[in-house]
Nanobody, 120 residues
């Protein structure tokens, strides 16, 4: 059983920063990813990280966002810098698999989400 809890969302002005956290109930053996979903849009992959530290980023956030694991390997964070209004969405973490091709396949383990709002 995998349980995920997101935190760290909030309201920030354009150009500001936020740090999101995803806490797992136990050890993370596979990959963890961050997705986001804006109103009226489909959920999209933001970033993913494997147990070994291999990462993947959406082109829209590369260079601005950084995904990482803490020392205990039970929490994954998403540092978001230079935020833009188009980053506004509910952010979810997910447990799944990141393949060598760079494709991420989500398993059916999702947190409840945390709201990120970036004002212009």
């Amino acid at each position: 059983q995998v349980q995920l809890v997101e935190s760290g969302g909030g309201l920030v002005q354009a150009g500001g920063s936020l740090r999101l956290s995803c806490a797992a109930s136990g050890s993370i053996f596979g990959a963890i990813a961050w997705y986001r979903q804006a109103p009226g849009k489909q959920r999209e992959l933001v970033a993913a990280i494997t147990s070994g530290g291999t990462t993947k980023y959406a082109d829209s956030v590369k260079g601005r966002f950084t995904i990482s694991r803490d020392n205990a390997k039970n929490t994954v964070s998403l540092q978001m810098n230079s935020l833009k209004p188009e980053d506004t969405a509910v952010y979810y973490c997910n447990a799944g698999t990141l393949y060598l091709t760079g494709r991420y396949f989500p398993a059916d383990y999702w947190g409840q989400g945390t709201q990120v709002t970036v004002s212009s």
